[in-house]
């Protein structure tokens, strides 16, 4: 059992090393079968990462605007990740945006300037995201604010994880940093781990506020499905760069619906 405790635990803190900066222990073991196997707790790190969210934001509040209390709880996380899925959906833009065919649209991605797509759709997410969160202050306790984030950020991490598993990796995989994460899929228990780091902060959004919780995540189902499908017909499957637009579309579509759904 100790020993079991010990590689979950191992495989959590490689989840760490790889989606975000968060410092782990310096003896953590790290491998290319680690890796993989770690993607199960990808939901459990958008909790992690929606709890600093939420707690920057509950902290501010007292002392500050609800202006500037969501944009640092925004700029929390931005850090706590390394701008990880930001960087891929500005990526995503300027590849999809200014390439015609698969290799064009897949060398653009690769290129580490960001180009006017690229600006743009960095700036047009950050600022509706920045904008909804407002609203969403305005309209709810600092409570609901919180377990908003929690389920956002852990519900778009599984839906972008959820595309590898239906889809194909279609960048030089043997080049590419996101190759052992592409390399096989998780198995039965594995998702069931990954569900239930998901489930639990939605069930209890959905009993809180029903038919907000189920249409929101409803949303941001589709807007991942659809955004896979586009990827799918335009360069024939996924890369990292667009996981990280399936997060961040997502993500902003679960806080779209579920303040239209609360006014």
Known sequence: MTSRLQYEWTLFTSALMFYTRIPVPSNSQHSAQILN??????????????????????????????????????LATIIATGAFHEDGLADSCDGLGGGWHT?????????????????????AALGIKYLALLELASHAQIALVALVLITAHSLS???????????????????????????????SAAINVSLISTGIPLLILT???PFAAITAALSAGIASLW??????????????????????????????VFIACLS
Do not use: W
């Not at 459990?44 to 002392?63: D, E, K, N, R």
């Not at 690769?110 to 700036?123: E, F, N």
């Not at 994880?161 to 080049?175: A, L, M, P």
């Open 37 to 74: 196997q770690s993607r199960k707790y990808f939901p459990a790190v958008g909790c992690l990462i929606g709890a600093i969210g939420a707690i920057t934001y509950a902290f501010s509040m007292p002392l500050f605007s609800p202006l500037l209390s969501v944009a640092l709880s925004m």
């Open 103 to 123: 290799d064009q649209v897949l060398t653009i991605m690769k290129d580490s300037r960001i180009g006017t797509y690229g600006t743009i759709g960095l700036i």
């Open 157 to 187: 991490r599984q839906l972008a994880s959820s595309t590898i598993e239906r889809c194909t990796y279609v960048q030089d995989i043997d080049q590419s940093k996101v190759k052992p994460v592409t390399d096989r899929h998780l198995s």
């Open 207 to 209: 009993i809180i506020e």
């Open 227 to 256: 955004f896979t499908r586009y990827c799918n017909q335009r360069i024939g499957g996924y890369t990292g760069d667009t996981l990280g637009a399936t997060q961040q579309l997502s993500e902003l579509s679960f806080y779209l």
